[in-house]
């Protein structure tokens, strides 16, 4: 059996930098990856490929030929129809479902890794890397998993070396976003571009301090769009604001998950576990991110 951690992937900058023709948004992020908050897919042999799903945020997820998982299934069999052999999968799900985060994105990308170890495909990165932006937009960056700047619509990945670990409150009030709504209101024209890009000087920050300095001159430019259709996000901001060592809270990714930024771990579990006791409806939790 094979097991791959899909880790939540937070968007700690998102800057809308223009429409293609095509419909699909321009984006210059900031990204970085929980160590201890995600899913965990399970992979093994059988003599049929199947998925079965787990976990506190399991209810109404799919698991047909619609769902990710099996999408990257498939997709890595027609590249590989004599070498990858049918499956059986588990995906323990343990991220809220559609909440900015990558979780679907991040569960695809655990596949992909999965199924190449399973069936010890020899697949060279940039072949998988096309693979995973056919699946979606954030899969690329959810199979690196690790600390970059992705641009484009998702497929240019730049690594960030520099990048410190962080601490952060990561909590979802458990409300539906629609991404495309929130696209929609920012009202961009096809074929328009913005002069938005993350700040320059990206990665050269290599301690806490400076990072959260730097990022402080960055936003999400999805989360006015968010708070206007779904408005308790911006209590979650407030609530987050309001605790003892935050240094930054803002929206990841088309939310509705948003982060709380702390100078060390304490600082984190405490902050967490005093939200959690403010607000038992929402989904809190401490990480740290790399």
């Known amino acids: 059996m094979i097991t791959e951690f899909a880790a939540a992937k937070i968007n700690l900058a998102l800057h809308v930098t223009g429409k293609r023709d095509d419909g699909y948004h321009l984006l210059d992020s900031a990204v970085m990856f929980a160590s201890d908050a995600g899913d965990v897919l399970e992979v093994s042999f059988a003599d049929a490929t199947s998925l079965t799903v787990s976990g506190p945020f399991s209810q109404g997820l799919e698991t047909d030929a619609g769902n990710l998982v099996l999408k990257a299934f498939t ?13 059986a999968m588990n995906l323990h799900k343990a991220l809220p479902v559609a909440s900015g985060i990558g979780g679907g994105s991040a569960d695809a990308a655990a596949a992909l890794r999965a199924i190449v170890r399973l069936n010890g495909l020899a697949v060279d990165a940039p072949m998988l ?34 990048a410190p670990p962080l601490h952060a409150v990561l909590v979802n009030p458990l409300i ?5 709504g929130i696209f929609r209101h920012l009202g961009l024209a096809p074929g328009s571009t913005a002069n938005t890009d993350i700040p320059d ?18 936003r999400n430019d999805l989360e006015p769009a968010a708070c206007h259709l779904e408005p308790v996000i911006c209590d979650v901001l407030g609530a987050l604001r309001q605790l003892s060592g935050c240094r930054l809270s803002r929206m990841s990714g088309s939310g509705a998950t948003c982060f709380g930024l702390f100078e060390d771990a304490d600082s984190a579990v405490a902050a967490a576990a005093q939200l959690t006791r403010q607000h038992r409806e929402w989904w809190v939790v401490a990480t740290a991110l790399a």
Not at 129 to 150: E, I, N, T, W, Y
Not at 208 to 218: D, E, H, R
């Open 75 to 87: 997709a890595l069999q027609s590249r590989y129809p004599d070498q990858v052999q049918p499956c």
């Open 129 to 162: 890397a096309g693979l995973a932006l056919q699946l979606g937009a954030d899969v690329p960056v959810c199979l690196a998993s690790k600390a970059c700047r992705m641009r484009g619509i998702g497929e240019l990945i730049d690594d960030w070396p520099h």
């Open 176 to 180: 539906g976003v629609s991404t495309a």
């Open 201 to 218: 000087r990206f990665g050269e920050a290599g301690d806490s301090a400076a990072t959260l300095g730097w990022l402080a001159n960055c």
